[in-house]
Nanobody, 123 residues
Framework: QVQLVESGGGLVQAGGSLRLSCAAS???????SAWFRQVPGKEREFVAA????????FYADSVKGRFTISRDNAQNTVYLQMNSLKPEDTAIYYC?????????????????WGQGTQVTVSS
């Protein structure tokens, strides 16, 4: 059974930075991990994904050049470094993982989810 524990959310001013962490237990090295975000009343939205085996990463257009996803194999942890934050980045951020090889931006591709961490960006 895979378990995901997120941390690192908080309140930051526009233009600031935050780093989210997602510690995974029971994860296979062949998995893909991703970050999604959700605003109340809206669908969960893809942010970024990374393949554990190769380190290949994928990003939503809205965060390219500002966010960086990375993984630490020894710590079994995936990170999301968020720079140049904007008020529209405010959301609950969720970590997800699963045996995903295509369509990394689809919510239904991921089997395991964290509890979510709130990110609030003030203007």
């Amino acid at each position: 059974q895979v378990q995901l524990v997120e941390s690192g959310g908080g309140l930051v001013q526009a233009g600031g930075s935050l780093r989210l962490s997602c510690a995974a237990s029971g994860r296979s090295s062949t998995y893909t991990s991703a970050w999604f975000r959700q605003v109340p009343g809206k669908e969960r939205e893809f942010v970024a994904a990374i393949r554990w085996l190769t380190g290949l990463s994928f990003y939503a257009d809205s965060v390219k050049g500002r966010f960086t996803i990375s993984r630490d194999n020894a710590q079994n942890t995936v990170y999301l470094q968020m720079n140049s934050l904007k008020p529209e980045d405010t959301a609950i951020y969720y970590c997800a993982t699963g045996r995903v090889s295509t369509a990394f931006d689809r919510v239904d591709k991921y089997d395991y989810w964290g509890q979510g961490t709130q990110v609030t960006v003030s203007s």
